[in-house]
């Protein structure tokens, strides 16, 4: 299998010379009658995928205090069904356009840090893209982490959230949760995709008793409308294992990304929020009685 591509989360990679394809992720399948052993490995790699035994892979980082407690090894995963207007991560959409690693080489890479891990109470977070576009893989992952006392996050829109078996949850430490909008309309205006699944999603861990610590991003003129946080504020306040909540300014970072990738950029223009806008946001979510950062 390929070695793991290593790089920050924000470098554009070559895509493989043979494409994997995500399911349901509005990739093109990969055909090619003159290469019917290119097309043979294709399945191939699909079939792994789908056992878990190996991941498409955009990249990975360590950092500290950004995606969980502690120094982490963020595993950034390929492949997403959101179309966020402010993503600034847009080459991590396609499936096909990550490295496919094999996940005795993603471990090898984690057994470096344990000291790390150890030291600083951190561990491994896996993000995306969406991982629960990879469910397999998370499940394998988090459950040998788990068997080396390995503290574990799962960063996800939570869209996908019934593509995690109990299994997976059961391996799971902390989920850094994206709640987009609280609003039905706001949220499609937003993602392209609905809100419920993420509701759901944020049920369950709830029934479970995992740790949550919710993301919403402040978007000026897209999701700070007052009754939009307002639904927000109300939906996580129902969740008594939220931890915290996150609110992250909006920011211009991603915006060459999309003009490279040749995608019409919605929010060119956009300012981040000003220090007024996030004091009233971050108020209106303390106001439910929740921790906010």
């Known amino acids: ?3 793991i591509m290593l790089g920050m989360p924000n470098a554009a990679f070559p895509s493989k010379e043979c494409a994997v394809v995500a399911l349901d992720s509005g990739d093109g399948p990969v055909t090619d009658a003159a290469a019917p052993d290119a097309t043979a490995a294709h399945h191939a790699e699909m079939a792994a995928i789908r056992a878990g035994t190996v991941a498409s892979l955009h990249s990975w980082e360590l950092v500290t205090a950004v ?8 595993l950034f995963l390929s492949g997403c069904l959101l179309r966020c207007q402010y993503c600034h991560n847009p080459d991590t959409w396609k499936m096909r356009d990550g490295t496919v690693t094999d996940i005795e080489e993603i471990l090898t890479r984690i057994r470096r840090y344990e000291g790390v891990f150890t030291a600083t109470k951190g561990g491994v977070t896996v993000s995306g893209g969406e991982p629960l576009m990879q469910p397999a ?9 788990h068997g080396r006392g ?19 949850l059961d391996n799971v430490d902390l989920v850094l949760l994206d709640v987009k909008s ?8 937003v993602t392209g995709r609905e809100l419920a699944p993420t509701i759901a999603f944020g049920d369950r861990l709830a029934e479970r008793g995992i740790a949550v610590w919710v993301r919403f991003v402040l978007v000026p003129g897209l999701t700070d409308a007052v009754d939009n946080v307002e639904a927000v504020a109300e939906i996580v306040a129902r969740w008594p294992n939220v931890e915290r909540v996150e609110v992250l300014p909006f920011h211009q970072m991603g915006e060459d ?25 971050r108020g209106q979510f303390r106001a439910h009685g929740l921790t906010v950062f």
Do not use: C
């Open 137 to 145: 893989f998370v499940k394998r992952l988090f459950a040998e982490l």
């Open 257 to 281: 990304k999309w003009n490279r990738l040749s995608i019409p950029y919605p929010l060119h223009g956009v300012t981040p929020p000003d220090a007024a806008l996030q004091d009233r946001v």
């Open 182 to 189: 609280g609003l039905p309309g706001t949220y499609r205006e």
């Open 67 to 74: 995606d969980g407690p502690g120094t982490r090894l963020t």
């Open 1 to 3: 299998m390929s070695a």
């Open 150 to 168: 390995i503290h574990t996050t799962l960063d996800t829109s939570g869209y996908l959230g019934a593509s995690a078996s109990d299994a997976l």
